[in-house]
């Protein structure tokens, strides 16, 4: 069972260095505040460089969007779900619900953050229905 996972760089480093202490982070602009996921060179809210920083997410979260994956991808026995999961930050990430029952996970459902180990010590981070 393996999970390819992109190479960090100058960009991503900082976040993909958190996920070795399971910490979810979020970048942050310090110039108009905007929070933006993935990590970017430049804020989408302002295009400034320079003010872009880091805050750590509470973990908290709920579906956005979410389909039931029924074919076998390298890492993941089907049924899985991936979903679009809004943070409570604001922003929305593509991951993975780990549910007892894939079909149960809907829009809105409330979440928490969880993660899945990649063999170099980094993570991805994963949710959880709050309720499991
Ligand atoms: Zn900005």
Redesign the pocket.
Known sequence: MSTEAPEPDEVTGPWWDATRRRVLLVQS?G??G?AQHPPRAL?V??G?GRDLGWTEASGAAEVDACTVVERAMPGFDPPYVVARVRLAEGVLLLSNVGAADPYRVGVGVPLRLDWRPLPDGRALPVFIPSEE
């Open positions: 602009c110039a108009c905007h804020c809210g302002c400034s």
